[in-house]
């Protein structure tokens, strides 16, 4: 039988939430014309990249969040997919809309 954990629960469903919020931001940049309210988007971003970096380390800290380390394949990879870019990247979609603030 498994045990249910409140604390690990509580704090996955921070770090899934923050995940959200910071692709929201990047959208927000990516799209924002108005350069005043773009600095203030990537700001705000920056500030939840922490958030999401701190209850990551929580999660981990407390063994309740484990990442695998990348083999040398997994690396050269996903260094190639950055030197030799596709655009648009493969299964790339693209929005729907934009929008302006």
Known sequence: MTSHNPDKSMLMDILNTEKYV????????????????RRDFQRIENEEHDIQYTIA??????????????????????????TNPQFPPPGFTGPETRATF
Do not use: F, H
């Open 22 to 37: 910071v692709s929201t931001y990047a959208m927000s940049v990516c799209e924002c014309v108005n350069q005043n309210i």
């Open 57 to 82: 380390q929580e999660l981990t800290n407390r063994g309740w969040y484990q990442t695998q380390p990348a083999d040398q394949q997994q690396i050269k990879q996903v260094t190639n997919s950055y």
